[in-house]
Each structure stands twice: as structure tokens, then as C-alpha cells.
T-cell receptor
Framework: DGGITQSPKYLFRKEGQNVTLSCEQN?????MYWYRQDPGQGLRLIYY???????QKGDIAEGYSVSREKKESFPLTVTSAQKNPTAFYLC??????????FGPGTRLTVT | DAKTTQPNSMESNEEEPVHLPCNHS???????IHWYRQLPSQGPEYVIH???SNVNNRMASLAIAEDRKSSTLILHRATLRDAAVYYC?????????????FGTGTRLKVLA
């Protein structure tokens, strides 16, 4: 079954710890995206990648890092430098320029 | 970057048509208009997209103004399962890459 998966669904961390969110797709899409969503708000772009081994910063990249070593995988690391990391994180993929397919999201809580 | 403006919320009766408006007055000629919807605690789901002409699919219709400064998503017969936040998005190209700008969305409430 083709799709995009994110794990885990819920994640709890202590302040000052780095944490990595997983995103995997088997849709053979070239492009992958990470968004952040705060309660009652829309989605804001963190990072995106159009091709393996290349990625660009989105609108709110500070405190985050990514890698794209494989076409299927685009993990996001939330570093201790991110001031307000508690949020709902969404990963998406698409053929270049086409509609995006979203994963189920990871809800990160940092205390 | 071009932006979209949508009403915060709308209500509709079940089985009736729903027209969800979106303004994008700063849209450029190559920007596509996409619509997604999101249920609580889920990822957004693609609904429809278009460039200049009106578009229909099994989920909805998209009506695009002639000057492309606004568009309307039309759900022909609202059901309770259509209650969601609907996002009007511009897909634009920058330096050969594709980006999607999400607005704050319209929360649609469907009344039984």
C-alpha cells in the first residue's frame, strides 16, 4: 500500500534534548516537505527537498535540521536551539509541482 | 510571496451546496491554486487544484475568477464528513523549486 508514514505519533522530550522525527514515503516522489502546525493555525514550511542530497530552508528553519540521503526518507531533527518546539509536525511528499500527500503527523511535546 | 485570505469559519446545512471563497490578489501568472482539507489531528488531504480554468473532480469543483485574484471551492452536497478546515494554497515556483503557501484556512461546520 503506497503512502507516507511518520513515527512516532506522539513524542515527549525534556527541554535541551535534540529529537529526530521520522518521515518515509514509498510513492517514488522526488519532493518532500516538513511543516509545523500550532493550535488553531495553518501550516508553516520548515524545510523542503526536491532531490536526494539537496534541501532548502523554508520560512521557519531556525532550530531545525534535515537530511535527504535516500529518496524515500526525510528525517527532521528538532534541536535544543528551537525556542518553542512543542507543535504538530507534518511531513508531505509530491511529484515535482503536483499535489502533496501528507503523513498522519507527529505531535511533539517538550517540557 | 503571494498570500491567500479566507474567512475563519462557515456553516452549511447537510445536503446543501457549500461555496468556500478565497482571495489571492497578488497571485502571479504561474501560481497554481490548490485546496486541501484537514480533519482534527490528521494530515491535510488534497481536494483539487487549477491554474486558470474551472476544474471538477469527484470531491469538489473549483471556480477561478477570470482575473485569477479569487477562487471558490464548491462542495455540491455537504455531508457531515465534510466538516473540516479547508485551506486555499498557492503553489509557486522559486529558483526552480516548488513551494506551497498555506493560509489559516476556513473551518466548515456542517449542520445535520
Amino acid at each position: 500500500d503506497g503512502g507516507i508514514t511518520q513515527s512516532p505519533k506522539y513524542l515527549f522530550r525534556k527541554e535541551g534534548q535534540n529529537v529526530t522525527l521520522s518521515c518515509e514515503q514509498n510513492l517514488n516522489h522526488d519532493a518532500m516537505y516538513w511543516y509545523r502546525q500550532d493550535p488553531g493555525q495553518g501550516l508553516r514550511l520548515i524545510y523542503y527537498s526536491q532531490i536526494v542530497n539537496d534541501f532548502q530552508k523554508g520560512d521557519i528553519a531556525e532550530g531545525y535540521s534535515v537530511s535527504r540521503e535516500k529518496k524515500e526518507s526525510f528525517p527532521l531533527t528538532v534541536t535544543s536551539a528551537q525556542k518553542n518546539p512543542t507543535a504538530f509536525y507534518l511531513c508531505a511528499s509530491s511529484h515535482l509541482g503536483a499535489e502533496q500527500y501528507f503523513g498522519p503527523g507527529t505531535r511533539l511535546t517538550v517540557t | 510571496d503571494a498570500k491567500t485570505t479566507q474567512p475563519n469559519s462557515m456553516e452549511s446545512n447537510e445536503e446543501e451546496p457549500v461555496h468556500l471563497p478565497c482571495n489571492h490578489s497578488t497571485i502571479s501568472g504561474t501560481d497554481y491554486i490548490h485546496w486541501y482539507r484537514q480533519l482534527p489531528s490528521q494530515g491535510p488531504e488534497y481536494v483539487i487544484h487549477g491554474l486558470t480554468s474551472n476544474v471538477n473532480n469527484r470531491m469538489a469543483s473549483l471556480a477561478i475568477a477570470e482575473d485569477r485574484k479569487s477562487s471558490t471551492l464548491i462542495l455540491h452536497r455537504a455531508t457531515l464528513r465534510d466538516a473540516a478546515v479547508y485551506y486555499c494554497i498557492l503553489r509557486f515556483t522559486t529558483s526552480g523549486t516548488y513551494k506551497y503557501i498555506f493560509g489559516t484556512g476556513t473551518r466548515l461546520k456542517v449542520l445535520a
